[in-house]
């Protein structure tokens, strides 16, 4: 991903605490690890200048890296035509910056609605044409890796695999992509494929392995699940050996329920090795998490950490031990293989990053390189403003072997290592799919290439380069979803 405020964005927010309101985004809700209470907001309107007193207020009092703010308040001004929520971004943008130029809060704390978080991370309600979209840097191509049931791009025959040839708003406009991504990169495209709204319209030129149509979709409200009717899960026959297979879109509320379901299918077939694909997942939930951490750790006793929370040593009496749990449904793991890319971040991370010390190289990160994000946000909200929502980094998470100073991603941090590449000509699931086939290589001990730790064999997870498309101005669903459109 690039180093901008829209690209980071995407794998921003996962591994949340909720301080801000029940149910509020990310680990929100009472369930979570850590939630400490904030000092009330001060009251005042909902004016700008009041807005970013609040938070400079908030960031002074809760931000994990104290000594990069600002010991002033002095917020920029509105430029003609700026918008008041534009000037709060920017201004927030400007308290982080030295922690940016560390390489530690790369975009992760900003301003987000309170309704939005709330409807996505409860139920995984959002807007659009329901697909990932990735790009390829250098052939400027747009493809298709994934399509979510009961949105409308998959009802109209788009999946895995499409490439999107041209866009418009009607079949007498279409522009091709090439030309988009060439005149004015990403932004171009996300802009001709227009706002996260029900109702927004679009003639979408494909090609796939059956051709090249012109299809008419409109974006609708749908409910992303985070585990796939389809692909979620399986058990995987190699060679006589059950292998189970797990894909988690996101880490939200109802993922729960269907990991449990999962999983017990998995528990009955006896499985003690499974594949867990994590390849777009940019986080979300940290009490989902958890359950997915427990559900692995059949064989963990409840006295072995899972992770450590630890604050800023001001709030250090929020500091917090998680330890393995008891899940119905949980498997004894002796062995993981984890599907990673650059898309993978935070929550995702934080359970690959628990089962290292105790599985040592017998837990493998498969694809390439992750993310990076060993901290976590909380919810503030501003009372006085009332759909504002200051996700700041407050809080650091590390394994039972005191591991999380993974800013660079968990690949030089693991014991085992396979790199694969991201084969959109295979359904998600299918032991032919590259990263698949690797993790099968790996579990039954076949051997496999290392990853390299950089940020260009990252890239080269998602196949000549591609990398998930980020809308302009993206969205919750669109920060936890790397290229959801």
């Not at 985004?25 to 850590?34: I, Q, T």
């Not at 009717?229 to 292998?243: E, H, M, N, P």
């Not at 909380?378 to 809080?395: H, K, S, T």
Request: hydrophobic content about 40%.
């Amino acid at each position: 991903m690039k180093t901008n405020r829209v690209a980071a964005m995407l794998a921003s927010v996962a591994m949340l605490a909720s301080c801000g309101g029940e149910g509020g985004g990310g680990d929100g809700g009472a369930p979570v690890a850590s939630s400490p209470t904030p000092t009330p907001a001060a009251t005042g309107g909902c004016a700008l200048a009041a807005r970013q007193r609040w938070v400079f207020d908030r960031m002074s009092e809760w931000y994990l890296f104290p000594d990069t703010l600002p010991t002033a308040f002095a917020p920029p001004a509105a430029a003609p035509g700026q918008s008041d929520l534009s000037v709060l971004e920017t201004y927030v943008d400007q308290l982080t910056a030295t922690a940016r130029a560390q390489g530690k809060d790369r975009y992760f704390t900003y301003i987000a609605s309170v309704a939005e978080e709330n409807a996505y991370y409860d139920s995984g309600a959002t807007a659009g044409f329901g697909v990932r979209l990735s790009y390829d840097v250098p052939a400027r191509r747009v493809f298709v890796t994934e399509a979510f049931e009961g949105a409308p791009a998959l009802t109209a025959g788009i999946d895995r695999g499409a490439e999107l040839i041209a866009i418009g708003t009607n079949a007498g406009d279409l522009r091709p992509v090439d030309g988009l991504l060439a005149s004015g990169g990403q932004a171009a495209v996300s802009d001709a494929l227009g706002p996260a709204t029900a109702g927004t319209t679009r003639v979408l030129r494909i090609a796939d392995a059956g051709g090249t149509r012109d299809l008419t979709v409109a974006k609708a409200d749908y409910a992303l699940q985070p585990v796939s009717a389809r692909y979620g899960w399986r058990i995987i026959d190699d060679g006589g050996r059950k292998v189970g297979y797990v894909n988690l879109r996101t880490f939200i509320a109802t993922a729960d329920g269907q990991l449990r379901t999962a999983f017990a299918q998995l528990k009955a077939a006896g499985v003690t090795e499974a594949i867990v694909d994590f390849r777009y997942n940019g986080g979300g939930l940290l009490s989902t998490a958890e359950v997915l951490s427990d559900l692995l750790g059949g064989n963990r006793s409840t006295g072995e950490l899972q992770a450590a929370t630890r604050y800023r040593a001001s709030k250090a009496s929020s500091d917090r031990l998680r330890y393995f749990r008891r899940e119905a449904n949980a498997i004894p793991s002796l062995k993981l293989a984890f599907i990673g890319t650059e898309a993978t971040a935070s929550a995702s991370e934080y359970v690959i990053n628990a089962f290292v010390p105790y599985l040592h190289a017998n837990a493998a990160l498969v694809g390439a390189n992750t993310f990076g994000k060993p901290v976590g946000q909380i919810a503030l909200d501003n009372d006085a403003c009332r759909d504002d929502r200051l996700r700041v980094i407050a809080f650091a998470l590390t394994n039972a072997a005191g591991t999380g100073d993974y800013y660079t991603g968990l690949a030089p941090k693991m014991e085992a290592t396979c790199a694969a590449g991201d084969d959109l000509s295979q359904p998600l699931g299918d032991p032919r799919e590259a990263s698949v086939a690797a993790a099968l290589d790996f579990l039954a001990g076949r051997g496999c290439t290392p990853i390299g730790a950089s940020a260009a064999s990252a890239r080269t997870a998602f196949g000549r380069e591609r990398e998930p498309l980020s809308a302009r101005t993206p969205t919750t669903a669109q920060r936890e979803t790397p290229g959801l459109f």
